[in-house]
Every structure is written in C-alpha cells, then in structure tokens.
C-alpha cells in the first residue's frame, strides 16, 4: 500500500515509552469504595471508560503499596483475556489502576496516545490475530508491542486526534443528553404510577390531595385503578427461531440478542434471510417503529426502541417484541418495560438450568397495576415528545458514528489528510 511521504511503518514497541503490566498484582481483597479497578468488562472498545459500572474497588494502602504502575489520563487500556480480547480504550482522568487481564501503553515523543487508540481501534484484527489461547483467548504482551502500524509524524497524529475526538464528543454530548432525558421519564413514571402522585380530575397530585386508596392483590392502588393481565395493555411476539443454515450475504436483516446494545440496536452487525423467507412464511415477524424489543435470554431485558433507520428489520429468537394495545401509550411501555418490577418479574419466572430464559407463556402470567386510560393518555401527552426527542438524538448518535466509522479508515492510511497537511 503507498503511504504519504513522511508516513512510515513502525512498531508499537518503538512509539511506546512504559507498558503498565500490573497482572499477578491481584489483592486479598477488594473494598466496597474506593479506587476503581479497571477490568476486561469496562474495556469494550469504545474511547470512554464508565467508571460507574466498575465492579471491583481498592483502598488507598493498596493502591500506594501494592500496585506497581499507575495508569494516568489517555493511557491506551488494552484486554488481553477473555472474549473481548483486543478491546481498546483510553484510561480515565480520575485515579483509577488495571490488573489481571489488561495492559496499558503509554507513547514515547514518537507518538500520541489518542492517536494510538483510534489507530489500534481501526487495527483490532491485528490484535486478535495474536490470540495463542487454547481454552479462551489471550494475547502476550510481547507480540502486541511488535505489531506494526502506519504512523504520521507526530504534528499530523494530533491533528488525526484531534478531528476523531471532536467526533466522539459530540456522540457523548448526545447521550448525556439521552442519559437526562432517560432520568426525567423514569422520575415522571415513579411519582405517578408508583408513588401515585398523578394529576388527578383537578390537577393536583393525587396523593398529596387525600385521594381515596384501595387495596388490591398487589398493593394499595388508587380508587378506580385495577388490577389486570399484561396482556391487557401490551401486545407482544416472540421471534420465529431462524437458523444459521438460512443465513444470507444479503437479504432482509433480523434482530438477535447481541444487537441490543447501550439502549439502541446495532443495525451494522445484523444477519440477513433471504427476501423470499423474509416475505413469505416470516412476514408476519417484521418489526414496525416505536416497537420495544427485549431480550428474553441470557442478561434478561436489555431493550430497544425500533427506529426507522432499522427498517426493514425482523424478529429472530430470543428477543420478544412488544406494542401497547391501545396503540398510543409508547411512553408508558418504555417505561413499565425498565421498571424495576417488570425485572423482578422476568427474573423471578425465568427458567433454565445453563442460562435463563423467558417467554410468551411467562408474559401471560405477568399481573400488574393498570391505571385509568384517561390517566395514560395524559402521561402519553406528556412523556411521548420525550421519547420522540431521545430517539432523535439516537439517530443523530448512528449518524456520526457513521461518519467517524468511514472517516477513521481514511485518516489512518492517509487517503484524506487533515487540513494544513501536505498529501
């Protein structure tokens, strides 16, 4: 492949200036706060580390007598066990250390770790063509430091980073925004339909008006609500089971488990059936906007809103589709379908000796608390526009991830060059 002039291939050993290896330096114990401990779990190949889903934590004797290096800001964080192996992503401003199956790199004034990480991103299959694992994967420490990459000089590695990193913190920008938006819905949904401080026939809130309680199967409810079968208010179906046999290159796509990630679907990653099939005995199966489909094996509930870029999009096992009944209350679906007694309900039915699983004739069996529909309707009009704006956004995410995703391959091989640079 020809390079641009200046551009060189070098290995990762020659740019690398301290390799954090702190594997082995495993503590007696962990703590219940304290120092986060980054493992091969926070480490999925995305830039940004979320420190609130650590596991594991140290206290500060450990961490000033035990550890050996220290990973600090934008340190490149690789796993090198375990079915993410090859995952990349930059260590966090705040104090944090890796162990066990990880290793974090750290460039020499050869090169720029942001630049690095995007590199190394690009470039995964290249680490995980490392693997010398037998029972599960892993990759040594000393073939990952000779892996060659292309590499600018160093002016043009920043200038790189810089325009991939404005990139993605847009995409962040946009789900802290979600993440906002997510908080007020599920707030709204807790006061009215589990605190019951709803706006009643005066438009105050019900409890906080003396309105009359009554007690029901499940708990105390508001006078005119009533206990009543899920399949009352949802709609829902489970996906045909579509084997690998009827697998196509191209096709209608369909969803599975493993699409369903960070609330949104990764369309990218989808199979595909043949149009045939699709359109035949499966054409009862397509999947329409506003559907929510959840995951009904393995980590049970994880949840997707259908959007309109998925389209045309199918169900497959696994995963159960659901629509509200009335054909209005989305909101209130979202919401009830992340509820933590929805969760509890799944978890408690499921069944399975390997992995847990649920389905339809679980969902039948499912009794909740149904409010008034006037008092849907007004939580609709209220929560629905929220939703809009948080599938808007979600669709703006995709969008630049796609823009980043063909952009990145460009910039790493010098077919675009950022401006100011010489081709």
């Not at 050996?68 to 104090?95: C, F, M």
């Not at 808007?392 to 991830?401: D, N, Y």
């Amino acid at each position: 492949m020809t390079i641009p002039q200046k551009w060189k291939t070098t290995a990762l050993k020659d740019i690398v200036n301290i390799v954090i290896d702190n594997r082995g330096r495993n503590p007696e114990y962990y703590v219940q706060q304290g120092i986060p401990v980054i493992d091969n779990v926070l480490i999925k190949g995305e830039r940004k580390i979320e420190l609130d889903k650590t596991r594991r934590f140290i206290d500060e004797n450990t961490y000033s007598s035990f550890i050996r290096k220290y990973n600090q800001e934008n340190d490149v964080l690789i796993t090198l066990v375990g079915n993410g192996y090859g995952n990349v992503a930059l260590s966090p401003k705040a104090k944090s250390i890796i162990m066990q199956n990880t290793v974090g790199l750290r460039c020499n004034d050869l090169g720029d770790n942001i630049f690095l990480f995007y590199n190394l991103s690009l470039n995964k299959r290249s680490l995980t063509d490392l693997n010398i694992g037998a029972a599960q994967p892993s990759i040594k420490v000393g073939d990952l430091l000779d892996v060659e990459l292309i590499l600018p000089p160093l002016p043009e590695q920043r200038a790189i980073a810089v325009v991939l990193s404005s990139l993605d913190d847009k995409i962040e920008l946009l789900r802290e925004q979600n993440k906002t938006l997510e908080s007020t819905t599920q707030a709204i949904f807790k006061e009215w339909f589990v605190n019951f401080n709803f706006p009643d026939k005066d438009s105050k809130p019900h409890k906080a008006n003396g309105g009359k309680m009554i007690d029901s199967e499940l708990s105390e409810i508001p006078e005119r609500w009533r206990v009543g079968k899920l399949t009352e208010v949802f709609d829902f179906m489970e996906g045909p089971g579509i084997r690998n046999w009827q697998y196509t290159d191209a096709g209608r796509k369909f969803m599975n488990i493993r699409l369903i990630q960070n609330g949104d679907i990764d369309i990218k990653n989808a199979n595909h059936i043949s149009i045939e099939e699709a359109e035949g005995a499966y054409r009862h199966f397509h999947l329409q906007e506003k559907d929510m489909v959840v995951s009904t094996s393995g980590t049970l509930g994880r949840s997707a809103i259908v959007r309109k870029e998925h389209l045309p999009l199918m169900l497959n096992t696994s995963v159960i589709r659901f629509r509200p009944i009335d054909g209005f209350s989305y909101g209130f679906m979202y919401q009830f379908l992340n509820s933590p007694f929805f969760q509890n309900e799944l978890e408690s039915m499921a069944s399975g000796s390997v992995q847990l699983n649920f389905g339809p004739t679980h969902l039948k069996q499912i009794v909740m608390i149904i409010p008034p529909k006037n008092l849907l309707s007004k939580f609709s009009l209220a929560i629905n526009p929220l939703y809009e704006k948080m599938i808007f956004i979600l669709s703006q995410i995709e969008a630049l991830s796609t823009f980043r995703d063909t952009l990145l391959p460009e910039l790493m091989k010098g077919g675009i060059r950022v401006k100011g640079f010489k081709k």
